[in-house]
């Protein structure tokens, strides 16, 4: 995405309440699609855990209005389809392809969500982004910022986009949270949280070993050793993740990787301060600050 970013939100609309020390004012909380269905081998959506995830967001919308953008990842139905994309190279509108399946994740959504009683509406961002030809990349999020106005969850997922040249190219899910930064109703810092099937960047090629648990956006160069090769994954996997977190986090954001937990107490502290998260909850953290010397050693990386 260009640097150079234009943002046509609206004003807010009313005063909203005060946001306590430590909390964000918005939470975009993005849904990886490792955690949703199997994409290395049957292929298959697993409505049930998208069921359990839309319980845990509606027990966390009720108690903070207004205040979430759901993003679902494409999981198995985008994964092949995005493998193709990129291997159309002589199609420059072969990206159109992931709108359908990318719709039929947020609908599966939509559906499980609003059986929980929430007012989920799937918003395609192809009509939020447009990349002009001087390098500007203009975002218009007034209905994003209008649905959670209203007490209403936007619903989002990876998509196509128009690029400076005319063409289209992917938007990959986890770059989608840079498209609603603006967009936030609450005062207070943007917290990005991305659930995964593993904890955060680990600091060895195996999912049990301690994870990094702070990351300067501004050096990734640092990381990029502990990043896990995996050419089959369409969306780059974990360097891909950092790489647009990062991006984020350098336009003010406070964003998160972490293991998701569909379970009952799974999602109850992604509002709470981060000092405040359970000691039993590892995630890496990815915000422009100074880390204190208790969070990163110079031992984590090397």
Same mark, same amino acid.
């Given at each position: 995405?260009?640097?150079?970013?234009?943002?046509?939100?609206?004003?807010?609309?009313?005063?909203?309440?005060?946001?306590?020390?430590?909390?964000?004012?918005?939470?975009?909380?993005?849904?990886?699609?490792?955690?949703?269905?199997?994409?290395?081998?049957?292929?298959?959506?697993?409505?049930?855990?998208?069921?359990?995830?839309? @319980?845990?967001?509606?027990?966390?919308? @009720?108690t903070h209005p207004g205040?979430?953008?759901?993003?679902?990842?494409?999981?198995?139905?985008?994964?092949?389809?995005?493998?193709?994309?990129?291997?159309?190279?002589?199609?420059?509108?072969?990206?159109?392809?992931?709108? *359908?399946?990318?719709?039929?994740?947020?609908?599966?959504?939509?559906?499980?969500?609003?059986?929980?009683?929430? /007012?989920?509406?799937?918003?395609?961002?192809?009509?939020?982004?447009?990349?002009?030809?001087?390098?500007?990349?203009?975002? *218009?999020?007034?209905?994003?910022?209008?649905?959670? @106005?209203?007490?209403?969850?936007?619903?989002?997922?990876?998509?196509?986009?128009?690029?400076?040249?005319?063409?289209? /190219?992917?938007?990959?899910?986890?770059?989608v949270p840079g498209v609603?930064?603006?967009?936030?109703?609450?005062?207070?810092?943007?917290?990005?949280?991305?659930?995964?099937?593993?904890?955060?960047?680990?600091?060895?090629?195996?999912?049990?070993?301690?994870?990094?648990?702070?990351?300067?956006?501004?050096?990734?160069?640092?990381?990029?050793?502990?990043?896990?090769?995996?050419a089959w994954d369409a969306?780059?996997?974990?360097?891909?993740?950092?790489?647009?977190?990062?991006?984020? @986090?350098? /336009?003010?954001? *406070?964003?998160?990787?972490?293991?998701?937990?569909?379970?009952?107490?799974?999602?109850?502290?992604?509002?709470?301060?981060?000092?405040?998260?359970?000691?039993?909850?590892?995630?890496?953290?990815?915000?422009? /600050?100074?880390?204190?010397?208790? *969070?990163?050693?110079?031992?984590?990386?090397?």
């Open positions: 995405m260009n640097a150079a970013v234009a943002s046509t939100a609206p004003a807010a609309v009313d005063a909203p309440a005060p946001v306590p020390d430590g909390e964000p004012g918005l939470l975009v909380l993005k849904v990886g699609g490792s955690l949703l269905s199997d994409k290395r081998h049957s292929g298959q959506t697993d409505h049930a855990a998208i069921d359990a995830y839309a @319980a845990q967001v509606a027990e966390l919308l @009720a205040r979430i953008v759901l993003v679902t990842g494409g999981g198995a139905l985008c994964h092949p389809v995005g493998l193709r994309i990129k291997a159309a190279k002589d199609d420059p509108y072969a990206a159109v392809a992931l709108t *359908e399946p990318a719709f039929r994740m947020r609908w599966a959504w939509t559906t499980a969500l609003r059986a929980h009683g929430v /007012r989920a509406v799937p918003l395609q961002t192809t009509s939020m982004l447009n990349e002009l030809p001087d390098g500007t990349t203009v975002t *218009e999020t007034g209905v994003v910022s209008r649905l959670l @106005a209203e007490g209403a969850l936007p619903v989002l997922s990876s998509d196509c986009v128009v690029t400076a040249a005319g063409t289209l /190219r992917i938007l990959s899910s986890d770059d609603v930064l603006d967009a936030a109703v609450a005062p207070g810092p943007v917290r990005v949280v991305a659930l995964t099937d593993v904890a955060g960047i680990h600091l060895a090629q195996d999912p049990e070993s301690p994870v990094l648990p702070y990351l300067d956006p501004d050096d990734l160069a640092a990381v990029r050793r502990l990043f896990w090769d995996d969306t780059g996997a974990m360097e891909g993740k950092v790489e647009a977190l990062a991006a984020h @986090a350098r /336009r003010g954001a *406070e964003c998160l990787i972490t293991r998701g937990d569909s379970g009952p107490d799974g999602l109850r502290h992604l509002f709470a301060p981060l000092d405040a998260w359970p000691r039993d909850v590892p995630r890496t953290l990815i915000r422009r /600050r100074t880390p204190a010397a208790t *969070e990163l050693s110079q031992e984590d990386l090397t």
